[in-house]
């Protein structure tokens, strides 16, 4: 099973760029990574998805290097209102079994 | 717009005891997932269903069955609680089949103590 690392918390300041990263060493060639936030008492909400290379939305970018061994969240010019818990999700199917395998979370605290 | 509704939204249930936690999504989503949420560990996932009529465990099944009669509704239950399954369950539904390459959504929770 491939394993999500992040890590635990970050700091920030309203306005500057957020880059938060999560490893997964085991990666498989079906899998996609998808990254989700999460506020206190509610449930996790999408962000972004990819497969490799870069993804980029209307709220945030996902860049995939080519051995898809990582893959880094980026948040533009963050606000206070993006504290939140980042989880990155890798999930895929094989022969008919699923996985889905979330990481254990950034804390991230944007500070004014 | 509902989403996906999840109850009851928090119970004190004594080891032993019997309980079903609840989930209807109104999106008519094919896939379906139960996780748990304990401090540290992140989201891990108990058991998913790709479309009705089809179940399959997650990475923490033990203790825990599902069912999914209908497109709707996917129930949990676990069928002699015990205090290690006191935890935030979250209940999730994604378009298509499997939902790997697919957004998941989620429903607010329900807060279980075993005690």
């Known amino acids: 099973l491939a394993k999500t690392t992040q890590p635990i918390s970050m700091d920030s300041y309203e306005g500057q760029e957020v880059n938060i990263t999560c490893s997964h060493n085991?990666?498989?060639?079906?899998?996609?990574i998808t990254w989700y936030q999460q506020f206190p008492s509610q449930g996790p909400r999408f962000i972004i998805q990819?497969?490799?290379t870069k993804v980029t939305n209307e709220v945030a970018s996902l860049f995939i290097p080519a051995d898809r061994k990582s893959s880094t969240l980026s948040l533009p010019r963050v606000s206070l209102s993006d504290t939140a818990v980042y989880y990155c999700l890798v999930a895929g199917a094989t022969s008919g079994t699923y996985k889905y395998i979330f990481g254990t979370g950034t804390r991230l605290k944007v500070l004014a | 717009i509902a989403g996906i509704t999840q109850a009851p939204t928090s119970q004190i249930l004594a080891a032993g005891r019997r309980m079903t936690l609840r989930c209807t999504q109104d999106?008519?989503?094919?896939?379906m997932y139960w996780y748990r949420q304990d401090l540290g560990l992140g989201l891990r996932l108990i058991h998913y269903?790709?479309?009705?009529?089809?179940?399959g465990k997650g990475e923490v099944p033990d203790g825990y069955s599902v069912s999914r009669a209908n497109t709707d509704d996917f129930p949990l239950t676990l069928a002699s609680a015990v205090p290690s399954q006191t935890s935030v369950y979250f209940c999730?539904?994604?378009?298509?089949?499997?939902?790997?390459?697919?957004?998941?959504?989620f429903g607010q929770g329900t807060r279980l103590t075993v005690v």
């Open positions: 999106m008519r989503h094919n896939a």
């Open positions: 999730a539904s994604s378009p298509g089949t499997g939902g790997v390459n697919t957004e998941a959504f």
């Open positions: 990819g497969y490799k």
């Open positions: 269903s790709n479309t009705a009529g089809t179940t």
């Open positions: 085991n990666i498989a060639t079906n899998d996609y």
